[in-house]
T-cell receptor, first 113, second 112 residues
Framework: DVKVTQSSRYLVKRTGEKVFLECVQDMDHENMFWYRQDPGLGLRLIYFSYDVKMKEKGDIPEGYSVSREKKERFSLILESASTNQTSMYLC????????????FGQGTRLTVV | AQSVTQPDIHITVSEGASLELRCNYSYGATPYLFWYVQSPGQGLQLLLKYFSGDTLVQGIKGFEAEFKRSQSSFNLRKPSVHWSDAAEYFCAVGDNFNKFYFGSGTKLNVKP
């Protein structure tokens, strides 16, 4: 079974803190994604990585950065957390070839106070 | 640009009744289409997918979906809903680079 593991299910951070969300996959797939999920807005793509050290901005990259130093690990970084970044964050991965689905982690519920 | 529209935010059906969740997409080439389900506090689980061939695809848990190119639709159906089907459902389109675009979701409530 495909496994995508997000390091935390729940996080509470203070405004202005630097926050790291970690995601690890065990399938040796090339693509990894970070999505943000908010009620009524569905999933919005923050960043996408198609290989080690390669990244591409998604639809809402402002206030976020990412790091992919190893193939299996994709980190989302909130440089200075703000209350409007309180949300559910979902990591996903997929092979490079089109016509295959994405596999998701359990999500991290981040609250910024 | 790719986009997915799920026009129904909330749907309530009685247990045993049939279900149809609507999905419309916008994509210039042949779409890869997906339906995912999310139970409360969980990640997303794939229900079914369409890449090519037969336009009626079968998925897990008794769900099916029909691809209609002329209507740019990929509606999800189930003939008889169970209480355990209460969840949020997301339609998605994948492009040739395997990036995925999701709709805003439809929350399904099931009445006893």
């Amino acid at each position: 079974d495909v496994k995508v593991t997000q390091s935390s299910r729940y996080l509470v951070k203070r405004t202005g803190e630097k926050v790291f969300l970690e995601c690890v996959q065990d399938m040796d797939h090339e693509n990894m994604f970070w999505y943000r999920q908010d009620p009524g807005l569905g999933l919005r793509l923050i960043y996408f990585s198609y290989d080690v050290k390669m990244k591409e901005k998604g639809d809402i990259p402002e206030g976020y950065s990412v790091s992919r130093e190893k193939k299996e690990r994709f980190s989302l970084i909130l440089e200075s957390a703000s209350t409007n970044q309180t949300s559910m964050y979902l990591c996903a991965e997929s092979p490079t070839s089109a016509s295959t689905e994405a596999f998701f982690g359990q999500g991290t519920r981040l609250t910024v106070v | 640009a790719q986009s997915v529209t799920q026009p129904d935010i909330h749907i309530t059906v009685s247990e045993g009744a049939s279900l149809e969740l609507r999905c419309n997409y916008s994509y210039g080439a042949t779409p890869y289409l997906f339906w995912y389900v999310q139970s409360p506090g969980q990640g997303l689980q794939l229900l079914l997918k369409y890449f090519s061939g037969d336009t009626l695809v079968q998925g897990i848990k008794g769900f099916e979906a029909e691809f209609k190119r002329s209507q740019s639709s990929f509606n999800l159906r189930k003939p008889s809903v169970h209480w355990s089907d209460a969840a949020e459902y997301f339609c998605a389109v994948g492009d040739n680079f395997n990036k995925f675009y999701f709709g805003s979701g439809t929350k399904l409530n099931v009445k006893p």
